[in-house]
């Protein structure tokens, strides 16, 4: 009699295991499937949440005649408010989902550009090359103000949009002065994100693990909330081989998040080379760095040096057509209602 209750319970907890192992096996595969789905080639445009409607619109319907699905942008700006720049968020998320598009955002940007929530400006004291950096006091706790406030905010109002491909803690971020402070950091507001919104992946940001002083397994071991390891690789850089391999390796995205060479001439066949050595490492995505849609002025987001523009650079068309057929075409079945009446400023 005893055995048979014993068996009788074994069976019943199996049963009920049933739903949470679905659960488990389907975040998995579409974990797997990111990291080794369909290709894509994105773009940057860090301050286009901060842009008029007409800016946005005229990026967004560019984007998706190059036929890409990712766009990466910096959703703090310290001359407005949490609420504001939330609201901004809002508007460009709901305009990117009409034009098939999914969106990174970064919450903070390591160096003095200005992308960065109001009230953090104070731990701008180091200096590199005569830019602002965020200093080691920031990390070591300074953070939990007005930084965590502004990320609970964006996430907590933004987390229904279906078309977010990734929070993200912010760009290139790192303490010289002690790792083991970085990884506590990287670890209590990837939680932090995740207990908000569970929905949705968390990306690293970082230019790769090595810029932090840390291996992958170091880093990315630590913090398993983050679910897309992400690299910034320049110029045909490689350094970034190891987090792409550690990713794979370990069931996660990798994506190289910022890319492109310097120049002013043709750079098309240097981007097919990086394109195809990315991808051959089980890349995701790749996403053009400082693009500027073909035409339009000056928007401040662009990068004379790397970027994909018609104003400081000749190589937009082939760049364009180059992308456009690793793309598939064009993104399909998109059709973007009319520009709303209040658009961000």
């Known amino acids: 009699k005893l055995r048979e209750l014993i068996s009788l319970a074994t069976l019943l907890f199996l049963v009920l295991a049933i739903p949470v192992t679905v659960q488990l096996v389907k975040q998995q595969q579409i974990f797997k499937s990111r990291a080794t789905g369909d290709f894509n080639i994105g773009v940057n445009m860090v301050g286009i949440t901060h842009s008029g409607s007409e800016d946005i619109d005229a990026n967004l319907a560019e984007v998706t005649r190059m036929g890409g699905k990712i766009v990466r942008v910096f959703a703090a700006k310290d001359q407005i408010s949490h609420d504001e720049a939330s609201r901004r968020l809002d508007y460009f998320l709901t305009r990117a989902e009409a034009y098939g598009i999914s969106v990174i955002v970064a919450f903070i940007d390591f160096y003095g550009s200005g992308y ?53 803690m912010g760009n290139e971020l790192k303490d010289d002065r002690d790792p083991a402070t970085f990884i506590n950091f990287m670890r209590d507001v990837s939680s932090t994100i995740k207990n908000i919104d569970p929905n949705h992946s968390i990306a690293s940001g970082m230019l790769s693990a090595g810029h932090t002083n840390l291996s992958p397994e170091a880093l990315y071991g630590a913090v398993p909330d983050i679910d897309i390891v992400t690299i910034h690789m320049y110029n045909g850089d490689r350094g970034g081989t190891s987090d792409a391999d550690w990713a794979v390796a370990n069931g996660k995205a990798v994506i190289n998040e910022e890319a492109g060479f310097s120049g002013s001439g043709d750079r098309t066949q240097q981007m097919r080379d990086e394109i195809d050595y990315w991808k051959s490492r089980g890349a995701a995505a790749i996403l053009q760095w400082g693009f500027i849609a073909g035409g339009l002025g000056d928007n401040g987001f662009g990068d004379r040096d790397v970027g994909m523009d018609t104003l400081w650079h000749t190589d937009y068309d082939s760049l364009f057509a180059l992308y456009q057929s690793y793309n598939g075409g064009s993104n399909p079945n998109v059709s973007p209602g009319p520009i709303a009446s209040s658009g961000s400023s």
């Open 116 to 168: 960065r929530p109001q009230g953090t400006e104070g731990f701008y004291t180091d200096i590199w090359n005569g830019i602002p950096l965020l200093n080691h006091d920031f990390f070591a706790g300074g953070y939990q103000g007005s930084y965590k406030q502004f990320v609970e905010t964006v996430v907590s109002q933004n987390k229904q949009h279906s078309n977010i491909y990734a929070w993200e």
